[in-house]
């Protein structure tokens, strides 16, 4: 629901309707994806803005070790480290995939391509809004052959 609530107040050009059709594709599109009972834990964390709380606590249900957000200053290292949680840029997050396995994030970048047929889209689209949405670093690994 959080990402409903930022979208609507962020873009209220994009009708409510079809926010909630996009929330309800990313649920069925990967399973597991929602975090459940994370409410008790929310009064009892400390970040420096009250209301990034819920996504601190539902990593913690969730057992999650990283938390990806562009919002890095409201997640310090200090009241992250107790719970064994890291934020990470979204481009450091991509970076770290590509060092795991760069097979794998190609062949995401290769489905992206794929499935884009509304105009068609090439690889090298998909690499350039990448880059446009800030993940400079992780498209500069993938187009050099990490």
Known sequence: MA?????????PDIPSQKLDNLRRLMNLAVRDCLVE??????????LPDPGDRHVLAAAIRAN???????NLKDFPAEDMDPWGIEAKSP???????IGLDSRIVWA??????DSRNNPPETVDDVLDAL????LVEAVAALRTGY
């Open 64 to 70: 999650a070790q990283v938390i990806v957000t562009s």
């Open 91 to 97: 481009d450091d997050f991509v970076l770290d995939q």
């Open 37 to 46: 009972n994370y409410e008790p834990l929310i009064e009892g964390l400390k």
């Open 3 to 11: 990402f409903v609530v930022v979208y609507d107040a962020n873009r």
């Open 131 to 134: 880059e446009a949405a800030g």
């Open 108 to 113: 995401c970048v290769q489905q992206i391509a």
